[in-house]
């Protein structure tokens, strides 16, 4: 090593960082470059409601200017209540700049669990779209902490729902100050949002983002989907999910234009595709069936190709070979709340396009490679954190680490502890990686199913009935076998109208799979599911445990 | 704020960063990405020689470990003398993968201002391509310091030049291991290259690169042009330029292909647009001159269109139309070696491309706005920091601040700190901003002519006669006056076989200028060059002075 006398290297001699050259990564910038380059550009459209960027960042401005005159500030929590909307947006930016946290809640949530959340979270305000007023009322009466200053979001195309705070979202603007200051980071390690998980089990946890995340996995989504100023971007994923996979962020950051809708509705959909002439959303493979199964007339033909990023399940072929008749190009993405959305994507490679449906098909049913600026991202064994071959069939779990990793669980060291142990995030999900590296995730660590000490995962059972044309819906979980310890148990949806037996799942298993995989019970109905769509197993087991016990009462 | 019993805000509690959370930012993530991500696409093409990103990851990485078997660590420097070529595009990596920092060599030094480099440097291993052993073997010589260790590149389609190494590049790669577990930052503040200004005075002056900005600057790259899987970059620009304004690192993070070309020279540049399906290149205007000038049988037909950023100065009208015939998009950028290369562009705005030319060009001619992850960039009044108004008309300092600002002056804390003065980096070049907040750079501080109390800006003078159809290049600086104090000298280089006058010289820019600020004389001739095609005014004004001395002695 070159040293000066007094043994440090050159190059750690009189080249201390300053504010010249040092200056905290945060998305707040983002808005503030798009005002600057693109401020007399479209940057957000919600009904009737329209703003440049210059316009929106001078209201962003002035809400966080309101906010810090009402004495919110750095480490307190501003809770909002809302569909995708342009309040929603705006306060993904206008709530940092005062310094503040921002908790986007699921609107889905029921009063309990919102309860539990502005308790935990200790919101000290809480925005709210009169449209949920009656669940938000419910939930401050539940509350055991003090209640926060409640603000009614009261767009001008929604009249369904009281007002129920001591102010309105205009009027709280109107307190603002357009050339407010800005508040930025001292640290970019300083929290920026928190999000609650959706919990399949217990209560859910609230996962803490930085500013430095939020800023690196925005810029890692305009350069995985390309996005520019002439993007146009649909609001189809929640904005409360990862803070809409931190889109909220990287749509500006590109000086792209959002376009608000309430619900993900096809109705709403094509209409705004075709009017907007979108380019890019984000979206659940339910989603996209409903688009696909959307009525005729609500069907929009449209010339141009719109980027969907899908997640939560595989897309199966049909799927794919529909949307694509449809206009529209899928890219399978993998995400947790834990890793501001994605972490994984099923990157196309050449040749894929010409690739047979089929082939195609099960190439992006893998969840794929690293998201752009996930530092590293293994398959490994937890026992002694040994990568798995790469042999498409060893097992292991999914571990993660990066920059675009949350902070940690809010008020949860243990859990926290226990998701970064040996300095990894640890996903919980299984998975394998295939020979060319791409990973596929096999199954919730707890969802597997060991029958006859062979480890059968729920997913691959589940992909074989998502193939089946009559099965719109599945899940398979394990139930208690005298001789097998465990078996699989297949909970179907058939398509409306469609004659189907258990029978006819079973042989359709048999066809597909090794004999110890096949489910030996199935039955049919609606499957329940959380608030973001996500099917709960652990309620299947339960209901399937009743009526086991009940068949036992019977005997 | 909402506090803990012990005084700290919730989110400061148990949500310290760890290794599953937080890693330094560095580019050499972006090479561990694309190899694992598009390992088997073709990384980099240099003639006969070809890699995949698999085959240019290990490449790099025995690099690195035979540096570091040879002693070479953090804070070690390791020099390259070489044309843009695959040598010079894997020490990008396989040198900061050994802790090392690289200094990229400008290949157009004389052999003194080489040897000032080594020793400044503490240059500890030199790799050098054998075109350039003649003047390497002089440098050597001059050194002053300990010779460093010597490595010849010897190219397979070069054979001009001695060998003057201790050994040479190959034989280095295979002291190497291809799985060495490379080096990875501690601090993303920890220096990854050494950039030397061309110093248009005095010595050159050392610029510092960290991998913070080094990664980020990159980013900004990808995100302003676009760069993904598909791209394909032409080094024309000189990768030892600012690390090729970052692009060295820049395509690697889109997972887009290198062709390296050894001089940008439109006998290599066509052919290789042409065969490679070239989507990006970098060249100053004077290479965009080049490829219009070029004869008839050079000049390539290609369907497809090329981005091209061009910076160092405006593009005339007439470059901008006849590139666009030729296939070519332009965009301008600003840069410098202290802000990684591009800290500004002159972002293309809707209804752009539809405008008449002329009108299209005074659009373009501006530098336009930062560029993304720039913090922030102002034009100042130096005295006391205030912005200028956005009235095109009031000059000041063009200030800038951000991460992709560099750390500062290698073993010259004086010079860091002018030019940190204030928490801003001081470009020392005089802009106005425009209405529309887009910045035009007006001149460099010191290139300012002042006749009777007026500002003359060279460049705007400048713009006037490179608009002239019969001038190739033009110069002007300020000569002393006995009325004026100062007044315009302008040096121009006449189209060959064009017949020009001083009188029509100074006619033209009376069509097209106020009187004051019309060049008094006029002369003709060569103009003097930096080594990286910078006019050198100071030589100029040396020369006019010599002229005038000699025409007071003949008077």
Redesign the interface.
């Known amino acids: 090593?070159?040293?000066t006398s007094d043994g440090?290297?050159?190059?750690?001699?009189?080249?201390e960082?300053?504010?010249?050259?040092?200056?905290p990564?945060t998305p707040l910038?983002y808005l503030?470059?798009a005002e600057?380059?693109?401020?007399p550009?479209t940057a957000v459209i919600d009904g009737p409601q329209q703003f440049t960027y210059a316009q929106m960042a001078q209201r962003c401005r002035r809400l966080a200017s309101a906010l810090a005159r009402r004495g919110i500030?750095?480490?307190?929590?501003v809770a909002v209540m809302a569909p995708n909307s342009l309040a929603l947006l705006e306060a993904h930016y206008g709530v940092p700049m005062a310094g503040a946290?921002l908790n986007a809640l699921n609107v889905r949530l029921a009063a309990r669990e919102l309860a539990f959340i502005l308790d935990h979270g200790?919101a000290?305000v809480l925005l709210t779209d009169r449209e949920f007023s009656g669940v938000i009322g419910e939930a401050l009466a539940l509350m055991q902490g003090s209640r926060p200053l409640v603000v009614d979001i009261d767009p001008p195309h929604v009249d369904s729902g009281a007002q129920i705070g001591e102010t309105d979202y205009d009027s709280l603007l109107g307190e603002g100050d357009p050339s407010f200051d800005r508040w930025m980071p001292d640290d970019e390690?300083?929290?920026i949002t928190?999000n609650y998980t959706s919990g399949t089990t217990g209560n859910p946890k609230g996962v803490?983002y930085h500013h430095r995340?939020a800023y690196?996995n925005a810029?890692a989504n305009?350069?995985s989907f390309?996005l520019?100023?002439e993007s146009v971007y649909l609001w189809t994923l929640p904005m409360f999910h990862c803070n809409g996979w931190t889109y909220t962020w990287a749509v500006t950051?590109?000086g792209g234009t959002h376009i608000c809708i309430r619900r993900p509705d096809p109705a709403l959909i094509f209409p705004a595709i075709t009017e907007h002439e979108v380019t890019h959303l984000c979206a659940a493979p339910i989603v996209l069936n409903m688009l696909i199964h959307a009525p005729a007339d609500v069907k929009r033909v449209f010339a141009h190709r719109v980027q969907v990023a899908t997640g939560g399940a595989a897309p199966p072929s049909s799927v794919i070979a529909r949307m694509e008749e449809m206009g529209f190009a899928l890219t399978h993405l993998y995400g947790l709340t834990e890793t501001y959305g994605p972490s994984m994507l099923c990157?196309w490679?050449?040749g894929l396009q010409e690739m047979p449906l089929e082939e195609r098909s099960a190439f992006v049913a893998r969840q794929g490679?690293?998201h752009?600026m996930v530092?590293?991202l293994q398959v490994m064994d937890p026992m002694d954190m040994s990568p798995v071959p790469a042999d498409g069939e060893t097992v292991g779990e999914l571990m993660?680490?990066?920059?675009t990793?949350?902070?940690?669980y809010?008020?949860?060291?243990t859990a926290?502890a226990e998701?970064?142990a040996g300095?990894?995030?640890h996903s919980g999900d299984l998975a394998v990686v295939h020979p060319d590296?791409y990973v596929q995730v096999k199954d919730r660590a707890k969802d597997v199913i060991i029958s006859g000490g062979e480890n059968i995962s729920s997913l691959e059972i589940e992909e074989v009935l998502y193939s089946h044309p009559d099965i719109v819906e599945a899940a398979v979980v394990a139930v208690p076998h005298e001789k097998w310890g465990e078996t699989p148990h297949a909970v179907v949806t058939p398509r409306e109208g469609a004659e189907l037996t258990a029978e006819a799942v079973i042989a359709w298993c048999r066809e597909h799979l090794a004999g110890y995989k096949c489910p030996h019970y199935v039955s049919f109905g609606e499957l329940p599911k959380t608030s973001t769509g996500k099917i709960q197993k652990y309620v299947l087991r339960e209901q399937l445990r009743g009526e086991s016990d009940e068949a036992d009462n019977q005997a």
């Open positions: 090593m070159s040293t440090h290297s050159i190059f750690e001699r009189d080249l960082p300053n504010a010249a050259n040092h200056v990564l910038t503030a470059w600057r380059v693109y401020g550009r500030g750095k480490g307190d929590t946290v200790e000290r390690w300083d929290a928190l803490v995340g690196l810029a305009v350069i390309r520019g100023p950051c590109a990157a490679q050449p490679v690293p752009q530092s590293d993660i680490r990066g920059n990793v949350h902070k940690g809010l008020k949860n060291p926290s998701a970064f300095g990894w995030y590296g």
